[in-house]
Each structure stands twice: as C-alpha cells, then as structure tokens.
C-alpha cells in the first residue's frame, strides 16, 4: 500500500498557543488529503477536504478559522490548530488516495495533541 | 445522509474461535466499502475494499463480503495479533472521495 506520513507523532502544547501538523504522501502524489478528529472509544470524524491549490472545505460545525489547512503541493497538507485549548486535545488522522479510479484511502499514523 | 453501524461494539475471541463482525449501511449511491484495521494510538491499516453486492477479497485470515445493505469481516481461526479495532466505511458516489466510517468493532483474541 501507499504510504502517508504524519508529523509530529504526539505534541504537547500550552493553551492558546498554535500547532501545526504535517501530513505527506511519500510515493505518489495526492490532489486531495483528507484531516479527521478521533475521540477515545470513538470513531473517526471527518474535518475538512484539503484540496492542492486552492481552499479547504470544512465540515458542518468545524471553525476553519481554529482548524487552519493547507495544501501546497501534491504531497504536503499541513492543518494547523491555532489558540488551542484543552477542548482540542484529541487524536488527529490525515489521509490521501491515488484518485484516478483508486479509491482506497491511506491513513497517516496520527498525531496525538494534548493542550494544557 | 450515508450512514454506517458496526456491530458487536466489541468481541472476546479464544484463539482460534472463529467469528464475523457486521457491517450495516445506507448510502445514496454505494461507490465503495472499506475495511480498515486500527491499532491503539495509530492511524488505520487499510484492508479492503468492496464495489458491489457479491463481491468477496480475502487476505490471511480475513474474508470480506458485500450486499446490498451489509457486508461482514469474517475471521477465520483468529490469533491474538489479529487483535485490534475493525472499521468499515462507505463512500457514496456523490461524496467527492470522502468517508463515512462506522464506530468500529473492538477485537480480542486471547491465547
């Protein structure tokens, strides 16, 4: 399978300072990149739609202006968790398809952010 | 509105019990079903995927199957590192790529 990479594995981080994580397709490139949230117990929710060369689609009920996303090249989506607070901790997953009639979705390994 | 539920919420299996977990879903236009393994603090593992009612993919000791309305993870003579959290997701044909996943199906297999 392909291969995604996410960046930082875990971070820690004081309350309304901003968190930036990277997300990378390693061995193909990838138009669109998706950022989910996942609660303890529960299942992956999805945030917002990064798109490569223009503006993220978000979610009903997801602050883009908190949850900033971009996506600068075929292999690079950054999202970025600006003025966090302990209400974001959370684990943060990214994935990226093939597209052209792959469908199948590679995860990156997550990032687990605690705000204190 | 696509919508996915797994069932059991979670499993306790002796090694080498065999068992299915099940996958149930609505979807204006299914283009693809998903099964996903995850492992505590990681991101998903891609396992398989499904097109249409009927079709079935295997791998080791895991068998998928498709219909109209569910489909099932079949695992045959599990071992505990088969352990692990199973997630179906479905994508419909108007969602631009994105999935609906279902709450998972918590795995134990105990030697």
């Known amino acids: 399978g392909a291969v995604v990479s996410q960046h930082p594995s875990r971070v820690i981080c004081k309350s309304g300072t901003s968190v930036k994580i990277e997300c990378r397709s390693l061995d193909f490139q990838a138009t669109t990149m998706f950022w989910y949230r996942q609660f303890p117990k529960q299942s992956l929710m999805l945030m917002a739609t990064?798109?490569?060369?223009?503006?993220?689609?978000?979610e009903q009920g997801v602050e883009k202006d908190k949850f900033l996303i971009n996506h600068a090249s075929l292999t690079l989506s950054t999202l970025t968790v600006t003025s966090a607070h302990p209400e974001d901790s959370s684990f943060y997953i990214c994935?990226?398809?093939?597209?052209?009639?792959?469908?199948?979705?590679?995860f990156g390994q997550g990032t687990r952010l605690t705000v204190v | 509105e696509d919508q996915v539920t797994q069932s059991p919420e979670a499993l306790r299996l002796q090694e080498g019990e065999s068992s299915s977990l099940n996958c149930s879903y609505t979807?204006?236009?299914?283009?693809?079903l998903f099964w996903y393994r995850q492992d505590p603090g990681k991101g998903p593992e891609f396992l398989f995927t499904?097109?249409?009612a009927g079709e079935e993919k295997e791998k080791e000791r895991l068998k998928a199957t498709l219909t109209k309305k569910e489909s099932f993870l079949h695992i045959t003579a599990p071992k505990p590192e088969d352990s692990a959290t199973y997630l179906c997701a479905v994508q419909g044909s108007d969602s631009w790529g994105k999935l609906q996943f279902g709450a998972g199906t918590q795995v134990v297999v105990t030697p």
């Open positions: 994935s990226a398809s093939h597209g052209g009639g792959r469908d199948e979705a590679f």
């Open positions: 990064s798109n490569e060369g223009s503006k993220a689609t978000y």
């Open positions: 499904l097109y249409s």
């Open positions: 979807v204006s236009g299914l283009r693809g």
